[in-house]
């Protein structure tokens, strides 16, 4: 069996403050270990349940996060950035049987997770078909285009409860709950203990994950300022909605995503 992982940074536990996630502050390096870690425990958790390939995508910042001497043998990790519209699935393809999502957080705009954001922070919210757009759904209709469902999903609260929302069937592991400007975590053995137990789970309900695909997508960004609003509605089939507002309609999701590379 084969499992992609991609990792992001503000949803792990006890990551708190934007300086946790920034490789030039003092206070990253503890960060990065503990996502190194919990990445550790879900491939711990995937090989002894049968998964004999892993590929990682370090999703965070640089793409250089992750101690990859730390992992297992065999276990495969993608770091940096491809300069494509796949992004934080980079490396995913056909030949894998699952996608599993580990420290992913709330989308912009919502309370979930003091780190909340969408893609980059200049914008207020991203939809897509009405829906609130967290990095989990836009890269989980990214991993729709190669068949492989995302059947797992580790972060705050909020972002697994939206998950669930979106798909009943995957598994999640809340390991914080964000509250104001911090968050209420389980300490780091929990949090690795958890995900590890949880990676079985994920792995009995693959067949049941796959999700519907739309025959249209439309995708809305509000930005912070009028003027990103006004530079993206010169990209190709852009309407301007109002003066942060733009639209994008598509009938692929590669074409969604390829609009959302260049425009936020």
């Excluded at 297992?72 to 950035?81: D, Y």
């Excluded at 491809?82 to 030949?95: F, H």
């Excluded at 400007?181 to 949880?198: E, F, H, P, R, T």
Aim: glycine letters at 8%; aromatic letters at 8%; charged letters at 25%.
């Amino acid at each position: 069996m084969k499992i992609f992982i991609s990792a992001d940074l503000e949803g792990c536990a006890g990551v708190t403050t934007w300086e946790e996630t920034d490789p030039k502050h003092k206070e990253y390096d503890r960060a990065a270990l503990e996502m190194t870690e919990e990445v550790l425990a879900l491939c711990e958790g995937l090989m002894e349940n049968g998964v004999d390939e892993i590929v990682i995508k370090d999703a965070h910042d640089s793409g250089k996060n992750i101690i990859y001497n730390m992992l297992p043998s065999k276990v495969k990790i993608f770091r940096g950035w491809s300069g494509g519209p796949y992004s934080m699935v980079d490396g995913l393809d056909n030949s894998f049987d699952g996608a599993i999502f580990l420290g992913y957080h709330s989308a912009e705009s919502q309370s979930g997770n003091p780190l909340s954001h969408t893609m980059t922070r200049k914008i207020n919210e991203i939809s897509i078909n009405g829906r609130l757009c967290s990095e989990y759904l836009l890269h989980t209709y990214a991993a729709s285009i190669y068949g492989v469902p995302v059947i797992m999903i580790t972060g705050d609260k909020m972002i697994c409860d939206s998950a669930k929302d979106f798909n009943s069937c995957i598994t999640t592991a809340a390991v914080k709950e964000g509250i104001g400007k911090g968050a209420l975590s389980l300490n780091s053995k929990d949090a690795q203990n958890l995900i590890k137990v949880k990676a079985k789970e994920a792995l009995s309900k693959i067949e049941k994950c796959n999700i519907d695909i739309p025959d249209t997508f439309v995708m809305k960004i509000k930005y912070k300022n009028h003027d990103n609003a006004y530079k993206a509605s010169y990209y190709p089939g852009i309407k301007k909605i109002d003066d942060c507002t733009i639209e994008y309609k598509s009938r692929t999701i590669k074409d969604m995503l390829i609009a959302r590379m260049f425009i936020a």
